[in-house]
Structure formats: C-alpha cells, structure tokens
C-alpha cells in the first residue's frame, strides 16, 4: 500500500526529525540521566505512542480541523504552552527532572505518561506531522488515510528505537555526574529554561 521509493525517502527525514532537538529529547536525557537505561525505554515508549496516535488523527482529518478552527487551536496552544512552561518551573525551582542521590526514581509508568503528555500537548507535534506525513502518501494507490497510519506507526517505530539508544547512551554517564552535584544543579536549570522556552514558543504560535 505504501510506495517502496517514497518509503526510502521517508524514513531518513523521519531519523533526522527524531534526533532533532525539542521537548521530547530534553526530557528522554533528563530521565536517562536520572533513572537509566529502563527509564529511557519508557520515556521513548511515551513519544512514540504519542507519534502513533497524533498520526492517525491526522489520517482521518481530525488534526486538519484542530489547524482549521482558531479556537480549538488556541485551546491546544494554551494547553501545552502552560505545560511545557510548568514543567519547566518545576525542574528549576525543585531539580527534579535529574535526580541521584537521595530522591526515589519516578516509576516507569508515570515517565512514560509525563512524555506521552508532552508529545499530545505539543501542537507543534501535531502541525508538523499534518505537513509532513500526507507527502509521503499516493492517491493511485489505495486509501490515502491508511498510508498516512502506516507512514506515522513507521516514524513512530523510528522513534522509539532511536530514542532508546540516545536515552542508553546517555544512561551512561550517570556514574560520572553522580559525584558532581553542581552539574545536575545546572542541569536542571538548563533542562527546565529549554522547556519554558519551548512552551513560550508554543505560545507564540501563529493559526495557519
């Protein structure tokens, strides 16, 4: 159903877009940084599931009527601008998105729900993949909703696997900054002023 050569093009803009830097990225370190390897697997888990469902909104048109409609736009914006921001509050006031010493771990369940809500209440997330997916998808060859599914469980699957390897690699230096609690300090800070930043720009987002 999908076009062999159109996938081949897909899948590297697909890696490039995962492994560029946003909200989701930030918090797949912080918690690798925290908790490990098994923290990342959720973290990515999180993202991709989000990636899963934002593309089959977009296969039936329901994010093509979020992008139409000021309102349910702005309400999506003001959403996820108030999260990302109050996530980022809390990592700078309390230094919990990056946690050692002393601090129980975040159960894996509510990291994988803190990264799918990041992923949902992005409307950059659901903007991008309205643009990107449907270019990808050929009206000659069957249901054009479908391959849009299709192409979103693919990026969605890229996602995860990518994710997981830069959240294992980052897992890697927990020894190291353990015994540097300044450096968690400033990351934290520096974590947590990423995502008021991005949840500003969220914010700032003009309707298409």
Not at 38 to 55: E, F, H, K, M, Q
Not at 59 to 82: C, D, P, Q
Not at 83 to 96: E, F, K, N, T
Not at 118 to 124: F, I, R
Request: aromatic share 6%; glycine share 8%; with cysteine.
């Amino acid at each position: 159903m999908l076009d062999p050569h159109q996938l081949l093009l897909f899948i590297p803009v697909a890696a490039l877009f995962t492994l560029a830097p946003g909200p989701d990225s930030i918090l797949l370190i912080a918690r690798s940084l925290g908790q490990g390897r098994l923290a990342a697997v959720a973290c990515a888990a999180g993202c991709a599931i989000g990636i899963l469902v934002t593309s089959m909104l977009v296969a039936v048109g329901l994010s093509a009527v979020v992008a139409a409609s000021e309102t349910l736009f702005l309400i999506l914006r003001v959403v996820g601008a108030v999260y990302l921001v109050w996530v980022g509050i809390q990592a700078i006031r309390s230094h919990d998105l990056i946690q050692f010493k002393g601090a129980a771990p975040m159960p894996l369940r509510r990291v994988f729900l803190s990264s799918l809500m990041v992923n949902l209440l992005n409307p950059k997330v659901a903007v991008f993949m309205l643009a990107f997916l449907p270019q990808y998808a050929r009206a000659d060859l069957g249901h054009v909703g479908m391959q849009i599914f299709l192409l979103g469980a693919i990026y969605a699957l890229i996602s995860l696997v990518l994710m997981s390897l830069m959240g294992a690699g980052a897992a890697r230096l927990r020894d190291v900054l353990q015994a540097r609690p300044k450096v968690i300090r400033w990351l934290n800070i520096g974590a947590g002023g990423a995502f008021v930043v991005s949840g500003l720009k969220v914010a700032s987002m003009k309707h298409l």
